[in-house]
């Protein structure tokens, strides 16, 4: 009884078979080639192929062992095998070592591998550098390493390129060094598949070295390539494109492409779409996408996604699951949590997660996050982190912070910081501020105020601020000072909107005597609700004069809490003699203090109390 799991191995190895089998045979087959391209002959070069095998004919008949070879191996490469049986044994019986070699590749196509194996080491031990390849592939075949190495030797030595690639592949299966060397000489040959490998060496080489150099590399590549090599040409692509040469990128890959492979296809769509040709990204996306690509089924997500198209971006992204990219797992995820389909987000980021998918293992815990299930996501966190995934060790921070673990947090935080996170690195460096570690909190500060976080250069801006010297009297007729380090970080945190950074920017304008630009900074923080900027903003227009356009903004400063304008308030209305006005503005700024400002709003109180009463 041969169950349904038996049957389907064993078609699947019948098939193999063959394929092996016709494998093995073209390279015999140019082995015969060769050796017929070797023997000397007197056609004339206007002869026709039928008027040279009828005139092979004739003489082989008469008995001419060179004609009884060469006919034979026409007929063997026609595929005419009973045709060229005859005249190879004749050929052979008279002992033509060419004759002998094609004998073997006549008896191994027909199934005939033994009996192939001993003409072959007739043909061999008589020198033939084909019949000893092929003989090496026989004993390789059938697991005699030692002979196999022997024969190949033997061709390899003798300027055989396919005995010198097949001994590389023999060498390099067991890591002998000097498999390259064999590598290289079927490629200087040019056979393209021992150029590809070579190069492989050499890039593998180049990278694993300090000063390796993947010039030579490359060369390599673009030969293979040159020669029709698919994957060679993909190769090309990817290093051309890396280097920003992405025309002639495009080209090698648009050659790998019509020669069907799918990774380059997939490559040319993003170039493509890179260049603004999402129509034609999309058909080459297509075309690997249809040959099992996932990375090109995902990319036709995305664009179907970015085009409002849930359902077919959908269909693409299950393609690529079905692909065995685990990405579209992932995507699918972030398709549904876009539409507000949790349950069946979490379903697909957990199917990405449990295949590895650090971002989705991310994505989870965030969601289980939301969803109020903590304990749930601290392990995704966890899982995610130590995967890799930056986001997650920065999330795991803000985890630890959330239940007051200050140095467990620190820890992830300083993980994600070390790894480029713009936010955990602010993070580590507020924390240094805490701490007393200055230095450290300064490095970090610069890293993340580097990398955009208008906090980070504001803080970075008052560590520096800090150790400025108290600035003495301004001599007369001095050149005016350059803006300091510090300056310029206030500056570039209140470009981003920074409200305290504003309002600081405009005290060191307003201190160098620079009315406008401190007027514009004022303005532009308590535009954005800053109550200090507010205050600064009305005692800058009230020394310009604008009293009125002042209390407007001490009022909105005032109403925000800040004591010092309230008081501004009383004092204007005392000198309006607005008492009541006055009293009240007493009472909000008392309220709000400081201390001083109370106690200064304390007293003008009772005076208009006094006043209001006399």
Same mark, same amino acid.
């Given at each position: 009884m041969v169950f349904m799991g038996d049957r389907a191995t064993l078609l699947e190895t019948g098939r193999f078979v063959q394929r092996h089998a016709r494998r093995a045979a073209d390279d015999i087959i140019e082995a015969a080639e060769a050796v017929d391209a070797a023997v000397d002959t007197t056609t004339a070069e206007s002869e026709t192929e039928t008027e040279t095998e009828a005139r092979h004919r004739r003489a082989a008949e008469n008995g001419d062992t060179s004609s009884m070879s060469?006919?034979?191996?026409?007929?063997?490469?026609?595929?005419?095998? @009973?045709?060229?049986?005859?005249?190879?044994?004749?050929?052979?019986?008279?002992?033509?070592?060419?004759?002998?070699?094609?004998?073997?590749?006549?008896?191994?196509?027909?199934?005939?591998? @033994?009996e192939a194996a001993g003409w072959w080491r007739v043909a061999a031990v008589a020198g033939s550098a084909p019949a000893a390849h092929a003989l090496g592939r026989y004993h390789r075949e059938h697991g005699d390493e030692p002979a196999a190495e022997y024969w190949l030797r033997q061709s390899a030595e003798q300027?055989?390129?396919?005995?010198?690639?097949?001994?590389?592949?023999?060498?390099?299966?067991?890591?002998?060094? /000097?498999?390259?060397?064999?590598?290289?000489?079927?490629?200087?040959?040019?056979?393209?598949?021992?150029?590809?490998?070579?190069?492989?060496?050499?890039?593998?080489?180049?990278?694993?070295?300090? @000063?390796?150099?993947?010039?030579?590399?490359?060369?390599?590549?673009?030969?293979?390539?040159?020669? /029709?090599?698919r994957r060679a040409a993909l190769h090309l692509g990817a290093?051309?494109?890396?280097?920003?040469?992405?025309?002639?990128?495009?080209?090698?890959?648009l050659s790998s492409a019509k020669e069907g492979e799918a990774k380059a296809a997939c490559a040319l769509g993003f170039l493509l779409r890179d260049a603004g040709d999402e129509e034609s990204a999309a058909v080459w996306w297509l075309r690997a996408a249809q040959d099992g690509d996932g990375n090109a089924a995902n990319a036709l997500g995305a664009l179907h996604a970015a085009r409002g198209e849930q359902q077919t971006a959908e269909r693409w992204y299950r393609a690529a699951m079905d692909a065995g990219d685990v990405n579209g797992a992932y995507n699918l995820g972030l398709l549904c949590a876009a539409q507000d389909r949790n349950q069946q987000a979490e379903q697909w980021y957990r199917r990405a997660a449990y295949a590895g998918h650090r971002e989705a293992a991310n994505a989870l815990a965030v969601l289980l996050l939301q969803a109020g299930d903590a304990n749930g996501a601290e392990p995704w966190f966890s899982k995610a982190a130590e995967a890799g995934s930056v986001d997650a060790a920065f999330n795991l921070g803000i985890l630890y912070a959330g239940r007051d673990d200050d140095r467990s947090a620190l820890t992830w935080y300083e993980r994600a910081a070390a790894a480029g996170h713009t936010e955990a690195a602010l993070q580590v460096g507020i924390a240094g501020l805490r701490d007393g570690d200055e230095q450290?909190?300064?490095?970090?500060?610069? !890293?993340?105020?580097?990398?955009?976080?208008?906090?980070?250069?504001?803080?970075?801006?008052?560590?520096?601020?800090?150790?400025?010297?108290?600035? /003495?009297p301004p001599a007369l007729g001095a050149p005016r000072e350059e803006k300091s380090e510090c300056e310029e970080w206030y500056e570039r945190a209140a470009e981003q909107g920074h409200r305290r950074a504003q309002v600081r920017v405009g005290m060191l304008a307003a201190a160098r005597g620079d009315v406008a630009e401190a007027a514009h900074w004022y303005r532009e923080a308590a535009e954005a609700g800053s109550r200090n900027g507010a205050f600064n903003l009305g005692l800058l227009l009230a020394r310009e004069g604008s009293e009125r356009e002042a209390a407007l903004w001490w009022t909105?400063?005032?109403?925000?809490?800040?004591?010092?304008?309230?008081?501004?308030?009383?004092?204007?209305?005392?000198?309006?003699?607005?008492?009541?006005? /006055?009293?009240?503005? !007493?009472?909000?700024a008392v309220e709000l203090g400081p201390a001083e400002v109370a106690e200064r709003a304390a007293r003008l109180s009772e005076a208009l109390h006094q006043e209001l009463t006399a």
């Amino acid at each position: 009884m041969v169950f349904m799991g038996d049957r389907a191995t064993l078609l699947e190895t019948g098939r193999f078979v063959q394929r092996h089998a016709r494998r093995a045979a073209d390279d015999i087959i140019e082995a015969a080639e060769a050796v017929d391209a070797a023997v000397d002959t007197t056609t004339a070069e206007s002869e026709t192929e039928t008027e040279t095998e009828a005139r092979h004919r004739r003489a082989a008949e008469n008995g001419d062992t060179s004609s009884m070879s060469l006919l034979g191996a026409l007929l063997l490469r026609r595929g005419d095998l @009973d045709g060229a049986e005859p005249y190879l044994r004749g050929a052979t019986a008279e002992g033509d070592r060419a004759a002998a070699n094609n004998l073997g590749v006549l008896l191994h196509q027909r199934g005939y591998a @033994d009996e192939a194996a001993g003409w072959w080491r007739v043909a061999a031990v008589a020198g033939s550098a084909p019949a000893a390849h092929a003989l090496g592939r026989y004993h390789r075949e059938h697991g005699d390493e030692p002979a196999a190495e022997y024969w190949l030797r033997q061709s390899a030595e003798q300027g055989h390129a396919l005995g010198a690639y097949a001994l590389a592949d023999l060498l390099e299966h067991r890591s002998d060094v /000097g498999a390259e060397r064999w590598l290289r000489a079927a490629a200087e040959q040019g056979h393209r598949e021992a150029a590809y490998r070579l190069a492989l060496a050499l890039e593998r080489r180049a990278t694993q070295t300090p @000063d390796g150099e993947p010039g030579e590399a490359e060369q390599w590549f673009r030969q293979a390539a040159a020669r /029709g090599h698919r994957r060679a040409a993909l190769h090309l692509g990817a290093i051309l494109e890396k280097r920003g040469e992405l025309k002639e990128a495009g080209r090698w890959y648009l050659s790998s492409a019509k020669e069907g492979e799918a990774k380059a296809a997939c490559a040319l769509g993003f170039l493509l779409r890179d260049a603004g040709d999402e129509e034609s990204a999309a058909v080459w996306w297509l075309r690997a996408a249809q040959d099992g690509d996932g990375n090109a089924a995902n990319a036709l997500g995305a664009l179907h996604a970015a085009r409002g198209e849930q359902q077919t971006a959908e269909r693409w992204y299950r393609a690529a699951m079905d692909a065995g990219d685990v990405n579209g797992a992932y995507n699918l995820g972030l398709l549904c949590a876009a539409q507000d389909r949790n349950q069946q987000a979490e379903q697909w980021y957990r199917r990405a997660a449990y295949a590895g998918h650090r971002e989705a293992a991310n994505a989870l815990a965030v969601l289980l996050l939301q969803a109020g299930d903590a304990n749930g996501a601290e392990p995704w966190f966890s899982k995610a982190a130590e995967a890799g995934s930056v986001d997650a060790a920065f999330n795991l921070g803000i985890l630890y912070a959330g239940r007051d673990d200050d140095r467990s947090a620190l820890t992830w935080y300083e993980r994600a910081a070390a790894a480029g996170h713009t936010e955990a690195a602010l993070q580590v460096g507020i924390a240094g501020l805490r701490d007393g570690d200055e230095q450290s909190a300064e490095r970090h500060l610069r !890293c993340a105020a580097g990398g955009g976080s208008a906090e980070a250069a504001f803080r970075l801006a008052t560590v520096l601020d800090a150790r400025r010297p108290e600035p /003495g009297p301004p001599a007369l007729g001095a050149p005016r000072e350059e803006k300091s380090e510090c300056e310029e970080w206030y500056e570039r945190a209140a470009e981003q909107g920074h409200r305290r950074a504003q309002v600081r920017v405009g005290m060191l304008a307003a201190a160098r005597g620079d009315v406008a630009e401190a007027a514009h900074w004022y303005r532009e923080a308590a535009e954005a609700g800053s109550r200090n900027g507010a205050f600064n903003l009305g005692l800058l227009l009230a020394r310009e004069g604008s009293e009125r356009e002042a209390a407007l903004w001490w009022t909105r400063a005032a109403r925000a809490g800040h004591g010092r304008a309230a008081l501004r308030l009383a004092l204007l209305a005392a000198r309006r003699g607005e008492l009541t006005e /006055g009293r009240r503005w !007493c009472a909000r700024a008392v309220e709000l203090g400081p201390a001083e400002v109370a106690e200064r709003a304390a007293r003008l109180s009772e005076a208009l109390h006094q006043e209001l009463t006399a």
